[in-house]
């Protein structure tokens, strides 16, 4: 799986890629996440949607794969655990800007990729 996912990764070179799983699955079928750290998407639209991806509740294939090899088993946060992350504030993964809402954020987040696509133009 974690294969895969870093295959699809290597179609879009320009870009960097978290891969890695929830800490706490929100569906009983094992699912591994690739998705860009730029975080620009229409897909983004909850605070809850964002943490899930910048907090300790994404775990990197990595750690996982550790855990799982020294013990057997990965252990899966409690909701309390969860809810701490999914609370946490919108703070970009970027910087240190912090935003207000999912709107304010999103637009702060295009305009690292703009300038990071600026930077890219000019090499």
Request: glycine share 4%; with cysteine.
């Amino acid at each position: 799986m974690e294969k895969a996912g870093r295959n699809v990764a290597a179609k879009y070179p320009e870009s960097t890629f978290k891969i890695g799983y929830h800490a706490l699955p929100s569906m009983s079928q094992v699912h591994l996440h690739v998705i860009s750290d730029d975080f620009v998407s229409a897909c983004l639209k909850t605070k809850k949607h964002f943490n899930s991806f910048v907090t300790e509740f994404f775990r990197s294939t990595e750690d996982v794969m550790k855990e799982l090899e020294s013990t057997g088993k990965v252990k899966l946060l409690s909701s309390d655990e969860a809810k701490a992350f999914m609370d946490t504030l919108l703070q970009c993964n970027q910087c240190s800007f912090v935003a207000k809402n999912i709107p304010l954020l999103k637009s702060h987040l295009e305009s690292h990729l703009k300038s990071k696509m600026k930077g890219n133009k000019s090499s």
